[in-house]
């Protein structure tokens, strides 16, 4: 019964993405630094005298230190400085309304990224896309026999795109991020079986896949019946209305 009273604001929340570039980091800069190393030890032990004794423990010396200071940077690349020295580009940040995500849940993802790079902000272009896709991967671990195995496998894969605005310090853009209540499940961490959700994030051409980031979702093991009401799914077909694009 309406008493009058003005429903409650929807809660919002931001949340920072996760660069997932910095993966890349960590392994070429450990592969590298392993092998600089290893290139160094043997030019320093290297034999001869005079020149032939100086050159290689100075080939040693200029391969070994800078690679492996790369590779303790690699050790590090989680760290927002690195990640944006690489990408030109802080970390994005989404602000999503109504929170917490939920089974059936619609919300508005609001998308804004900074470019902290002079490069990076000579190369915007006058109409620029950010690209998500919202993804519910599954795990399952079980055994054959006496062997023990392990599955891992999508079972939602929802696409989407939307143009930027220009702001004083980036760009943003607004984009909906509707959660299937007929795909998919609640997030579930046991030792056996695992679901878990997570929006991948990343910016148009020219810029791509260097400025790839997700947020890790945690959806609650609850129907936002209000909202599919809200929107008539609930009315026609077996849910109503059309059901969003999943995959396997």
């Avoid at 878990?196 to 019946?225: C, I, M, N, S, Y």
Wanted: net charge neutral; aromatic share 6%; hydrophobic share 45%.
């Amino acid at each position: 019964m309406d008493d009058g009273r003005p429903a409650p604001a929807p809660v919002s929340q931001v949340v920072e993405a996760k660069p997932t570039v910095a993966r890349v980091v960590v392994i070429v800069g450990g592969v590298l630094a392993v092998m600089a190393a290893a290139v160094g030890i043997l030019l320093w032990n290297s034999g001869g005298s005079g020149l032939s004794y100086l050159i290689p423990r100075a080939l040693g010396v200029v391969l070994f230190v800078p690679l492996l200071a790369l590779l303790a940077a690699a050790a590090t690349s989680g760290s927002t400085t690195l990640t944006e020295r690489l990408t030109g580009w802080a970390n994005p940040t989404v602000e999503f309304t109504p929170w917490p995500p939920q089974l059936g849940r619609t919300m508005t993802a609001v998308y804004r990224r900074q470019p902290i790079s002079a490069r990076a902000r000579g190369r915007l272009p006058a109409q620029l896309r950010v690209e998500t896709e919202l993804v519910c991967e599954e795990w399952v671990e079980y055994t054959v026999g006496t062997d023990t195995r392990t599955d891992t496998h999508d079972v939602v894969r929802v696409r989407s795109s939307a143009s930027t605005n220009p702001m004083a310090d980036g760009v943003e853009a607004v984009l909906v991020v509707a959660i299937p209540f007929d795909a998919g499940a609640p997030t579930i961490d046991l030792d056996h079986n695992k679901v878990r959700w997570r929006l991948d994030t990343r910016l148009g051409q020219p810029f791509g896949k260097r400025t790839a980031a997700r947020v890790d979702l945690k959806v609650e093991p609850v129907l936002d019946a209000a909202t599919l009401i809200g929107e008539g799914r609930l009315a026609g077909g077996p849910f109503g209305g059309p059901n969003p694009e999943v995959g396997s």
